[in-house]
């Protein structure tokens, strides 16, 4: 099974700040890895779908970066309404697996 | 307008069963992977078990192998999960998604306790 490590656990960050969340995967996993943001009491929503493309309606200040093991989701200027909590997740192979989680809070 | 709706979650005795369904509208689902993915109370995502769009492939996480079966009516627009055998690791809030998770629906309860 392949294993996503997902780092930071939290962090703390200003309205402004340029932040950097990254999965690890065990194994190559092409670009098969979405990056899903969770609010408190939501259904988790997808950010981000093969590794880069920017899902509809998502603001640009997100991206995805990586292919093969190494994975990055990057907020460009932290917003109010981006303090959730970030997952990735792969989908190379089955069993499908999510990181761990990075819940983003604020400074 | 996608819509993934769940039901079927309710408090279980350990060693019990429980059926949860999704039903799904707005698109064709004969089209798409689709899987189950759960929350335990304050924890993160897990994703439980996946089915491919004719029913040809099923896939369990190894936490619930043997216990849950993924099944699809496309016919009926639904998707479904069973689960056996019920643990108290097993309480969480189950989410039905869409291929690789661009549409979620907003969960059916499980909650295993004697």
């Known amino acids: 099974d392949i294993q996503m490590t997902q780092s930071p656990s939290s962090l703390s960050a200003s309205v402004g700040d340029r932040v950097t969340i990254t999965c690890r995967a065990s194994q190559g996993i092409r670009n098969d890895l979405g990056w899903f943001q969770q609010k408190p009491g939501k259904a988790p929503k997808r950010l981000i779908y093969f590794a880069s493309s920017l899902q509809s309606g998502v603001p640009s200040r997100f991206s995805g970066s990586g292919s093969g093991t190494e994975f990055t989701l990057t907020i460009s200027s932290l917003q109010p309404e981006d303090f959730a909590t970030y997952y990735c997740l792969q989908h190379n192979s089955f069993p499908w697996t999510f990181g761990q989680g990075t819940k983003v809070e604020i400074k | 307008e996608v819509q993934l709706l769940e039901s079927g979650g309710a408090l279980v005795q350990p060693g019990g069963s429980l059926r949860l369904s999704c039903a799904a509208s707005g698109f064709t689902l004969s089209s798409y992977i689709m899987n189950w993915v759960r929350q335990a109370p304050g924890k993160g995502l897990e994703w439980v078990s996946g089915i491919s769009a004719d029913s040809g492939g099923t896939y369990h996480a190894d936490s619930v192998k043997g216990r849950f079966t993924i099944s699809r009516d496309n016919s009926k627009n639904m998707l479904f999960l069973q689960i056996s055998d019920l643990r108290d690791e097993d309480t969480a809030l189950y989410y039905c998604?869409?291929?690789?998770?661009?549409?979620w629906g907003q969960g059916t309860l499980v909650t295993v306790s004697s």
């Open positions: 998604a869409r291929g690789r998770g661009g549409y």
